[in-house]
């Protein structure tokens, strides 16, 4: 059986997975952390940055994290990035040997 290589994330990739597990949603740290497979003080220091750059924002009634508009940005600009990365390697040449 082939066993799946763990590959280290960016740290846009990061953020860009916590917005998304955020997207229009209303939702709590805890699921975020399982959606996201962060550790907690990973992912504590991750909402700081996303706090303190208006990408989430969190309810305090509710305990509960939403992304903003900022954060929606940031997630369509990174799937674009994506986007032109995969068309790319599609049109590179591989290396002949």
């Known amino acids: 059986m082939k066993q799946l290589r ?14 998304a597990t955020a997207n229009g949603n209303r939702i709590r740290q805890t699921e975020i952390l399982y ?22 924002e969190y309810t305090t009634g509710d ?14 600009m990174y799937s674009q990035m994506n986007d032109l990365m995969i068309i790319k390697q599609h049109q590179v040449a591989p290396f002949s040997t």
């Open 35 to 56: 959606k996201t497979y962060l550790s907690h003080t990973l992912l504590k220091d991750y909402l700081l940055f996303l706090i303190e750059n208006d990408l989430i």
């Open 63 to 76: 305990r509960s994290f939403k992304t903003t508009e900022k954060g929606m940005r940031f997630l369509r």
């Open 6 to 19: 763990q590959q280290h994330r960016s740290r846009s990739e990061i953020i860009a997975s916590i917005l």
